[in-house]
DNA sequence: GTGAAAGCGCTAACAG
DNA sequence: CTGTTAGCGCTTTCAC
């Protein structure tokens, strides 16, 4: 059982360690003559070299990693992630590159991991749910470990992002929500902490002039159902309500329902993210489609320039997209405005530009 | 930028190397007194042992792997596996292990990826989409890797299982559209050669009594639609489908609606897994609830275990609950037969039986 | 073009 | 209880 080494297949090839090492690598010129029987013994032995040694020996990893601070049942319930780990591993498995995902309950724990995986562990990291002021940023830079930052963020850094404009979309929404004529337009927002939330929240905050139907939740169905709640015990209750995702936006229709309104007739509801079944629920949910894997495979993209060494960059992908649907429509007949069949397959030919980071 | 080694933290705390490794591993007695030393001494420089050199000394990894052979398009619109992988996550984040997502193009691949995973780079792997006769599982044997089965599998092995009953779902729901009247009811499985979709095809086929009305899909929502269209070309159309997942039901019923069809009047639809937003589709899509969390958590947990030594065990995690709504029934004011909030937060209290592998 | 040898940072005998 | 000493399997100088 003690498994096959380098050692191994240089006795069998009749050559030497190093020359294993430089046949597989191509890090210096070898014979075809030695080059194939070396690939012939490594092939007989079915040897893979060990990630291990060479990654203590080269201090790179062939991974890199995304960790979670947020509770694990956010990833079931969460239509974003799913499609984003997709798009990343569209990327990586080219290069049958390792994705390491791991799930961290506190502070102390994330630091620990990101510089264990510094150590060797992963090549970089993608960074998501980005804070105004990210401390992981600056230890991040530190460590000297790439990584991509997914989402705005504001600060200078030396890292690549990955942006989107999620400001444009809500006005979007809003504009159309006044044009059907609703007046008190409520907004069920992300944590603010999180800048993709807190862009969405001022951008609503800015289109209807005043934050008083804004309400935080944290993305949970939970916390969906509980400021819909409050919202409609207002007195003057609002007519519309923009959630920050589907799943909250879904929980609040649902609790309207169930309190009697009708949708959209009494509230007109719009999510954001659009899950890939929102287009199917009744009413159809209007949402923002954001691109989760086009985003992902630029964001992975990014990275593996990155780790080869390539300037940051800042990418713009923008392929937000409305999809105006029953929810927010009087005219309950009509269905999106925009194309509805702008799912996976064609999200690949959305608008992509890139411009370089000026700092 | 020299990272900082278990040599400094050595010498700042004025002791040796293996003292340091074993005040932190606890791995044999220490006084009080130099441990403290120690832990002040690493605190102090911010160290983090070197997985990579961890992992060479002792061939662990702190890390599981789940290899995926299909097309990561998948992961994105699949209900089952991002909560299956939120209740691994929740077991892995108690001992801070990582998960290690490798998408593989295809059978090369995927050996090779095995092999270096158990080169040090993982300490197990969780097997998913399992077929009959898996060449995975010698392999698996043959290296050594521990490795925990999900999803039924036939043959002899020395691995974990952790199993769910799933024909018993499907005979219920037979069961329900036969009570309505029903009498060609049609399946749309999942590849056959998954030992998931053969086990709830076969039970199809066992129901019905003829596997005439039986089309293989392949999990997408393009599928769905392509083996609904076929289906409703018959001179002899079903009145009934139930399909393999919800993805492929979903497609189903919007392609026979956008064919004239009302659901569940003309068609009555069932899916399989439950994706978390089908309660809310318009019809309610009835579909089997397979615990998905529940299966993840106890997946990781007998890795775990296998991994520290235990004895392989199959493990029961029957969670499935059939959720009947209204796209089956006839009477269309009805909700759920079974209780619907059965969610994640309940779905920790189903009925786990154990039982020990006889073979 | 190839070989020999010195580490990468840690753990685990073996001494004391 | 603690120090010394070999490695784990690979890459990479440095010689030849």
Same mark, same amino acid.
């Given at each position: 059982?003690?498994?096959?080494?380098?050692?191994?297949?240089?006795?069998?090839?009749?050559?030497?360690?190093?020359?294993?090492?430089?046949?597989?690598?191509?890090?210096?010129?070898?014979?075809?003559?030695?080059?194939?029987?070396?690939?012939?013994?490594?092939?007989?032995?079915?040897?893979?070299?060990?990630?291990?040694?060479?990654?203590?020996?080269?201090?790179?990893?062939?991974?890199?990693?995304?960790?979670?601070?947020?509770?694990?049942?956010?990833?079931?319930?969460?239509?974003?992630?799913?499609?984003?780990?997709?798009?990343?591993?569209?990327?990586?498995?080219?290069?049958?590159?390792?994705?390491?995902?791991?799930?961290?309950?506190?502070?102390?724990?994330?630091?620990?991991?990101?510089?264990?995986?510094?150590?060797?562990?992963?090549?970089?990291?993608?960074?998501?749910?980005?804070?105004?002021?990210?401390?992981?940023?600056?230890?991040?830079?530190?460590?000297?470990?790439?990584?991509?930052?997914?989402?705005?963020?504001?600060?200078?850094?030396?890292?690549?992002?990955?942006?989107?404009?999620?400001?444009?979309?809500?006005?979007?929404?809003?504009?159309?929500?006044?044009?059907?004529?609703?007046?008190?337009?409520?907004?069920?927002?992300?944590?603010?902490?999180?800048?993709?939330?807190?862009?969405?929240?001022?951008?609503?905050?800015?289109?209807?002039?005043?934050?008083?139907?804004?309400?935080?939740?944290?993305?949970?169905?939970?916390?969906?159902?509980?400021?819909?709640?409050?919202?409609?015990?207002?007195?003057?209750?609002?007519?519309?309500?923009?959630?920050?995702?589907?799943?909250?936006?879904?929980?609040?229709?649902?609790?309207?329902?169930?309190?009697?309104?009708?949708?959209?007739?009494?509230?007109?509801?719009?999510?954001?993210?659009?899950?890939?079944?929102?287009?199917?629920?009744?009413?159809?949910?209007?949402?923002?489609?954001?691109?989760?894997?086009?985003?992902?495979?630029?964001?992975?993209?990014?990275?593996?320039?990155?780790?080869?060494?390539?300037?940051?960059?800042?990418?713009?992908?923008?392929?937000?997209?409305?999809?105006?649907?029953? !929810? *927010?429509? &009087?005219? =309950? @007949?009509?269905? %999106? +405005? $925009?194309?509805?069949?702008?799912?996976?397959?064609? !999200? *690949?030919? &959305?608008? =992509? @530009?890139?411009? %370089? +980071? $000026?700092?």
């Amino acid at each position: 059982m003690s498994r096959t080494t380098i050692a191994d297949v240089a006795r069998e090839a009749g050559v030497t360690k190093a020359t294993v090492s430089h046949a597989m690598s191509g890090k210096r010129p070898i014979s075809d003559d030695t080059r194939a029987k070396v690939l012939a013994a490594a092939e007989r032995l079915n040897w893979v070299p060990s990630q291990s040694a060479r990654s203590l020996a080269t201090q790179t990893a062939n991974a890199i990693a995304v960790v979670l601070a947020r509770d694990p049942e956010v990833i079931a319930n969460d239509s974003f992630f799913p499609a984003f780990i997709a798009g990343v591993e569209s990327v990586l498995a080219e290069t049958e590159t390792a994705l390491i995902l791991q799930v961290v309950p506190d502070r102390a724990a994330e630091e620990r991991t990101y510089r264990a995986l510094s150590h060797g562990r992963a090549d970089g990291a993608l960074l998501l749910d980005l804070r105004t002021d990210d401390w992981r940023v600056p230890l991040l830079e530190e460590l000297g470990l790439p990584a991509v930052l997914v989402g705005a963020y504001e600060q200078p850094t030396r890292f690549s992002c990955v942006r989107t404009d999620d400001a444009e979309p809500v006005r979007e929404i809003i504009a159309h929500l006044r044009a059907q004529g609703h007046e008190r337009i409520a907004h069920v927002s992300g944590p603010l902490e999180y800048v993709h939330s807190r862009v969405r929240a001022d951008a609503y905050t800015d289109a209807v002039g005043t934050d008083a139907l804004l309400r935080e939740g944290d993305f949970t169905a939970a916390s969906g159902r509980a400021r819909t709640a409050e919202l409609l015990e207002l007195a003057d209750r609002p007519t519309a309500v923009l959630y920050s995702n589907d799943t909250m936006a879904i929980a609040g229709l649902s609790y309207a329902r169930s309190n009697g309104l009708s949708i959209p007739r009494d509230l007109a509801i719009a999510g954001f993210d659009d899950d890939h079944l929102s287009a199917h629920l009744s009413p159809a949910l209007t949402s923002v489609s954001s691109g989760p894997a086009a985003r992902g495979r630029a964001a992975a993209r990014l990275l593996q320039a990155d780790i080869l060494g390539s300037d940051p960059r800042t990418e713009v992908v923008d392929c937000n997209v409305v999809h105006f649907r029953e !929810s *927010t429509s &009087t005219t =309950t @007949s009509s269905q %999106s +405005t $925009t194309t509805s069949s702008q799912s996976t397959s064609t !999200s *690949t030919g &959305t608008s =992509t @530009s890139t411009e %370089s +980071t $000026t700092r």
